[in-house]
């Protein structure tokens, strides 16, 4: 088992910047691939940004690019998403998620998850 807890969010006003945390526990934490997904009210969730164990690897949405980072520190068991040049259609409940099968971008790749957070955008 890998428990997962988020943390960072908030409420910002557009063009801000935030930092997400991820804190894992539990199994080695370096074996696992990490991802992170947001979903808005009414909306299904949807894939934002993921990285190998290694951090080497990293992939984004395209509705992302180039203003989210994710990071992640093994040593700390954390992953850490980087909010830059918010948009208020950014504005959702933010999740972290492991997986020990490699990046993927599908939601059901990922076999645990984290509560979330919540990032809210002011126009």
């Known amino acids: 088992q890998v428990q997962l807890v988020e943390s960072g969010g908030g409420l910002v006003q557009a063009g801000g910047s935030l930092r997400l945390s991820c804190a894992a526990s539990?199994?080695?934490?370096?074996?696992?691939?990490m991802g992170w997904f947001r979903q808005a009210p009414g909306k299904e969730r949807e894939f934002v940004a993921a990285i190998s164990w290694s951090g080497v690897t990293t992939h984004y949405a395209d509705s992302v690019k180039g203003r989210f980072t994710i990071s992640r520190d093994n040593a700390k068991n954390t992953v850490y998403l980087q909010l830059n040049s918010l948009k208020p259609e950014d504005t959702a409940v933010y999740y972290c998620a492991a997986t020990d099968g490699g990046i993927g971008v599908q939601s059901d790749w990922y076999d645990y998850w984290g509560q979330g957070t919540q990032v809210t955008v002011a126009s």
């Open positions: 539990g199994r080695t934490f370096s074996r696992y691939a």
